[in-house]
């Protein structure tokens, strides 16, 4: 390995060890109450190294968020094979929830911290590209069963993000332990009994 090499690759360490002390901090300590300085504390170095990598904490933030979205969409490959649209729907279903579950500190970095928007929203950024990408599939999947008869004089747009919204929300009250209130005696499989009483109710439509 040449010199050149070497430093790309010391750097590219140092982005992810950086990455990694962010999202355990923004985990323990909340984004508000994380600083640059507690960040660099984490990992060692003085707060300075950090901004040869980031213009500030959004930035970090949305670093750590595109990279849950990369992780997402890349097990949502697997369904580009899934012909039948309505079957691909759920498979989506599937696969988001069990991302979810077991991803539930990236999950909530992904949809329930606010940073990440608040970087797009004062950036040069067109849209939000990650979740933006993940919601078009679900919207491409959704007019595809439309095409072949389901979901007839409903708006594709506001049924698509309605699926989001219920499938994030099975999740979303789970990963903050509010099944285990509500539902203890069926907090370890209630989630996907309520996927599969939604497609039910998708099978209708």
Not at 82 to 108: C, Q, W
Not at 163 to 177: E, F, N, P, Y
Not at 184 to 196: A, F, S, T, W, Y
Request: hydrophobic share 40%; charged share 30%; glycine share 6%.
């Amino acid at each position: 390995m040449g010199i050149a090499d070497r430093k790309e690759r010391d750097k590219e360490e140092l982005r992810d060890r950086i990455l990694v002390a962010a999202k355990s901090l923004f985990l323990e300590k909340g984004v508000e109450k994380t600083s640059i300085r507690n960040i660099a504390d984490r990992i060692e170095y003085s707060p300075g190294i950090i901004y040869h990598y980031f213009r500030d904490k959004n930035e970090i933030f949305h670093a750590l968020h595109q990279g849950g979205f990369i992780q997402l969409m890349e097990k949502m490959q697997v369904l580009a094979t899934v012909r039948h649209p309505m079957e691909r729907l759920k498979a989506m279903g599937s696969v988001y929830i069990t991302f979810a579950m077991e991803n539930p500190d990236m999950y909530d970095l992904m949809f329930i911290k606010e940073a990440p928007i608040d970087h797009v929203f004062n950036s040069e950024h067109d849209a939000w590209k990650e979740g933006g990408g993940t919601f078009n599939y679900l919207r491409m999947t959704i007019d595809d069963c439309i095409k072949v008869g389901h979901f007839a004089g409903h708006d594709p747009e506001a049924l698509s993000y309605m699926v989001w919204a219920t499938v994030h929300g099975l999740v979303s009250l789970s990963i903050r332990k509010r099944c285990e209130v509500v539902l203890p005696h069926r907090q370890d499989q209630i989630v996907k009994d309520g996927l599969e009483e939604f497609y039910k109710i998708l099978d209708r439509l």
